[in-house]
Each structure stands twice: as structure tokens, then as C-alpha cells.
């Protein structure tokens, strides 16, 4: 078999211009550990339509890459990892988890508005149910609409004057160099991300182990990977798919252990929206501390906790 270091190792991604900037970040990281990379871009049936995303659902921009990946056509895939599926894919094990971006969302505005100076009725675009919900229980009035379409797409519709503001996620303006555009970052206490918004999945096969070695050792990032993974516990638990309105967030904290000492522990936030009579909704909200290696508990129990507050009504 050729070892990782002497051959070049193909990474498959979507074709878009945000996911090529994103793979290009994971290819810089194992070029400058001395390996040799070509990134290989794969168009998927996501981008090639037009439906909303709740509808399509955010699989649909994954699975071509996947089957690259199983077909050997390349040697790893990189996904935004909140777009991947909860459930685990025969044949291919994730090997790192890079240091994630600020999961934030942020907003866009015209005339560089905040979202507290937006009027009543400026229309607000987004394509996720999750800020949809978050946004309209603000009660600030907004008139919240679905959009789809790359950055570039999104962006025009706020300068062209078609829309007001925007909601995008932070980490996709900086990983395409358009920061500068943006009028506020969202608090997670206002709108709290998807789960593992701004982390970026790196799978290969799991008979290549060379492969998962070698990204394990040189692009996974710990506390991004403990934290994503509560993240994604909640999602799972609640049977919810990437699309639906659920938002968590992870943060690895410092606490104080029996004896007083410090230790560093994961602090978990999560919120799901479900319909209530009429066209209101209710955002539902639940938190708790666990020590690292829990993670996967830690989201299991702040899902049961939003199931006991009403989230087996959720929108799937």
C-alpha cells in the first residue's frame, strides 16, 4: 500500500465557491505537514436545484461526495458538519474534526442596520427553519422569508435592495473574505446555532487507515470534536433531521472539581421551536454541564429535557 506521505491525497467537496474555500483550508493544513493534496470538486443534486432546503433536505448536498468517497474516486471528503446526517454511513468512519470557526450567525443589513433597527416589517431572508423560528419569536416585527442560493446570491438580494437584511453564518463570510459586510453578530442568546455550525467533518473509508491516522493526528481538533458531538447528540435524540428548528451550542468551560480545583468541563445550551395553535411558535430552551468525555450524554439529557418540554411536537 502507498503511504499517505508519498502519494497526493484527493479531497472530494461540493463545487460551490464557499466549499471549496472551506476543503482549501483542511488541504493548507496537511500541505504544510508535507503531504501532497489536489482537491477534487463534485457537483452534488443540491446545487442543482432550486427547492428550498427544507424540502430537499441538507443530505442531498453530501451524498454525492459520500459515494465519490465509497467509489474511490477520492481519498477524503470534507462537509460543513452540520449538514451531515446524524446517523452514521456504512463504510466511511470521520476522522477529524478541524478547529472550528465562530459558530455565530450574523446579520446583513442595509444602511447598516442591527437587527434591533430593522422597522417593523423589513423583510429578513434566510434558507434554515431553525433562524426562521428563532428570529420571528423575537417579536421584533420582522417579515421572515425563505431564500436559497450561494453567498453571493444571498447577498445581492440585501444590496439590490429585494430584501432588507440577511441571516447568514459568520463562518462562511470568513472563510470567503466577506466579513466586512456584516452590520451585527447575532448573540446566542437571540438566535443559537445549528448544531456543529462552523465545523468541518473530514471523513475517509474506514478500511484506509492510514488515512484516518494521519488526519486524526494532524487536523482533528479536540474540543471542537467533543463539543460538536453533544451538539449533534441533541439533534439526534430528537429523531430531528439537519433541516429541522433546532439550535445547540458547546462550549468547553473552566469549573471548579470537589476539591477545588480548576477543570475544564462542556457547557451545553440547546433550543427547538414547535408550532403552537395558530401560526405562533414556541422556542424551547434547555442547558446543562458535563464533564468532557460525556458529551454524547450531555446532549442526550438536554434533548430528554426539551422533550419533556414539548419538542415531540417538532417539526421534522
Not at 474555500?21 to 457537483?43: C, N, W
Not at 430584501?163 to 447575532?186: F, M, P, Y
Amino acid at each position: 500500500m502507498t503511504s499517505p506521505s508519498s502519494r497526493t491525497i484527493r479531497i472530494g467537496t461540493r463545487a460551490s465557491n464557499l466549499a471549496m474555500a472551506q476543503t482549501g483550508t483542511i488541504g493548507k493544513i496537511l500541505e504544510e505537514a508535507g503531504q501532497k493534496v489536489e482537491l477534487v470538486p463534485i457537483s452534488t443534486p443540491g446545487d442543482r436545484s432550486s427547492a428550498p432546503i427544507a424540502e430537499i433536505g441538507v443530505g442531498v448536498f453530501t451524498s454525492a461526495v459520500r459515494e465519490a468517497l465509497l467509489a474511490k474516486e477520492v481519498d477524503v471528503a470534507v462537509h460543513s458538519y452540520k449538514d451531515l446526517p446524524t446517523a452514521p454511513e456504512p463504510g466511511i468512519v470521520l476522522a477529524a474534526v478541524s478547529k472550528r470557526e465562530d459558530p455565530r450567525d450574523v446579520l446583513i443589513a442595509r444602511d447598516g442596520l442591527t437587527l434591533s433597527e430593522l422597522p417593523t416589517g423589513a423583510k429578513v431572508g434566510t434558507g434554515s427553519p431553525r433562524r426562521m423560528t428563532q428570529l420571528r419569536a423575537l417579536g421584533l416585527g420582522l417579515e421572515v422569508v425563505p431564500i436559497r442560493g450561494n453567498i453571493d446570491t444571498r447577498i445581492s438580494k440585501v444590496t439590490s435592495g429585494e430584501l432588507d437584511a440577511i441571516v447568514v453564518a459568520k463562518a462562511g463570510l470568513t472563510r470567503v473574505g466577506k466579513l466586512d459586510l456584516v452590520t451585527e453578530v447575532i448573540d446566542p442568546i437571540q438566535i443559537l446555532p445549528a448544531p456543529a455550525q462552523g465545523a468541518l467533518a473530514v471523513e475517509t473509508r474506514v478500511d484506509d487507515v492510514d488515512t484516518e491516522h494521519l488526519l486524526r493526528s494532524i487536523v482533528d481538533d479536540e474540543a471542537t470534536r467533543v463539543a460538536v458531538a453533544a451538539e449533534r447528540a441533541v439533534l439526534a435524540t430528537l429523531q430531528a433531521g439537519c433541516s429541522a428548528p433546532v439550535g445547540a451550542l458547546a462550549e468547553v468551560v473552566e469549573d471548579l472539581n470537589s476539591e477545588g480545583g480548576v477543570v475544564e468541563r462542556l457547557s451545553l445550551r440547546g433550543v427547538a421551536a414547535t408550532a403552537t395553535e395558530g401560526d405562533s411558535v414556541q422556542i424551547l430552551k434547555a442547558s446543562a454541564v458535563a464533564d468532557k468525555h460525556e458529551a454524547d450524554r450531555l446532549g442526550r439529557t438536554v434533548a430528554s429535557e426539551l422533550l419533556d418540554l414539548g419538542a415531540g411536537a417538532l417539526s421534522r
